[in-house]
């Protein structure tokens, strides 16, 4: 029997190709995906993170977990932002988030992970979500 190695490319490649096909199946759906406006990004070289808020929120349900996980109870009910983000120093909001995301996915065991700017920071996602809007 023959042994095949895939080396760490190649699995990037696979994880970056499943989840470009799992973001678009998304969209055909019609979940509705969110894009993250706070902090705003300090260069163009990134495109905004747009995310699955409802598939968030079937999560959320089937884990019994609340909406205040991510977002901050205020006078006028929850924060659109992300939990604490506004909080951080600015130079620390992004890494906040990169953190806070990739901890929340790993203890899930879905989701995207940062091991690749490009599966959260899609050019394709940003470019369809902007023409249907």
């Given at each position: 029997?023959r042994?095949?190695?895939?080396?760490?490319?190649?699995?990037?490649?696979?994880?970056?190709?499943?989840?470009?096909?799992?973001l678009?199946?998304?969209?055909?759906?019609?979940e509705?995906?969110?894009p993250?406006?706070?902090?705003?990004?300090?260069?163009?070289?990134?495109?905004p993170?747009?995310f699955?808020?409802?598939?968030h929120?079937?999560?959320?349900e089937?884990?019994?977990?609340?909406?205040?996980?991510?977002?901050?109870?205020?006078?006028?009910?929850?924060?659109?932002?992300?939990?604490?983000?506004?909080?951080?120093?600015?130079?620390k909001?992004?890494?906040?988030?990169?953190?806070?995301?990739?901890q929340?996915?790993?203890?899930?065991?879905?989701?995207?992970?940062?091991?690749?700017?490009?599966?959260?920071?899609?050019?394709?996602?940003?470019?369809?979500?902007?023409?249907?809007?």
């Amino acid at each position: 029997m023959r042994n095949i190695v895939f080396g760490f490319g190649a699995t990037l490649l696979c994880l970056s190709l499943f989840a470009g096909v799992a973001l678009f199946s998304a969209t055909a759906r019609g979940e509705e995906r969110i894009p993250f406006t706070f902090p705003p990004l300090p260069t163009q070289k990134m495109p905004p993170v747009f995310f699955t808020h409802d598939k968030h929120v079937e999560y959320m349900e089937r884990a019994n977990a609340e909406c205040t996980l991510c977002h901050r109870e205020t006078e006028e009910g929850l924060s659109e932002t992300f939990l604490d983000v506004k909080a951080q120093p600015e130079n620390k909001q992004i890494p906040y988030l990169h953190t806070a995301c990739t901890q929340c996915h790993r203890n899930a065991a879905a989701g995207p992970r940062l091991v690749d700017c490009r599966v959260c920071h899609d050019k394709a996602v940003a470019a369809q979500i902007g023409k249907s809007k």
